[in-house]
């Protein structure tokens, strides 16, 4: 069985920082290119981080570049997402995402709010 279980997400001030984890299972994490996505309240979904099978290819949206950073360990089969200089505008739902050529899988979510 597949699973994809993120953790991490919590109520933080401006200018703070979250690390956001997300597990693997039942699936060859190490194939897969693995991506941090988020959606905010009605907003679409937008991809946030990407890291290739190997780690050593990442690539990021405009908005978080500088500030958060993904990294992967593929002997634990899990996904990381440190996010450092939170703004109001990080909040939303995380969601961990992993491809490779056909296959996709999602996570559940972890909410990330940024709030004083």
């Known amino acids: 069985q597949v699973r994809l279980v993120e953790s991490g997400g919590d109520l933080v001030q401006p200018g703070g920082s979250l690390r956001l984890s997300c597990a693997a299972s039942?699936?060859?994490?190490?194939?897969?290119?693995m991506s941090w996505y988020r959606q905010a309240p009605g907003k679409e979904r937008e991809l946030v981080a990407s890291?290739?099978?190997?780690?050593?290819?990442?690539n990021y949206a405009d908005s978080v570049k500088g500030r958060f950073t993904i990294s992967r360990d593929n002997a634990k089969s899990t996904l990381y997402l440190q996010m450092n200089s939170l703004k109001p505008e990080d909040t939303a739902v995380y969601y961990c995402?992993?491809?490779?050529?056909?296959?996709?899988?999602w996570g559940q979510g972890t909410q990330v709010t940024v709030s004083s």
């Open positions: 890291i290739n099978k190997y780690g050593a290819s990442r």
């Open positions: 039942g699936f060859t994490f190490s194939m897969y290119t």
């Open positions: 995402n992993g491809d490779y050529q056909t296959r996709t899988y």
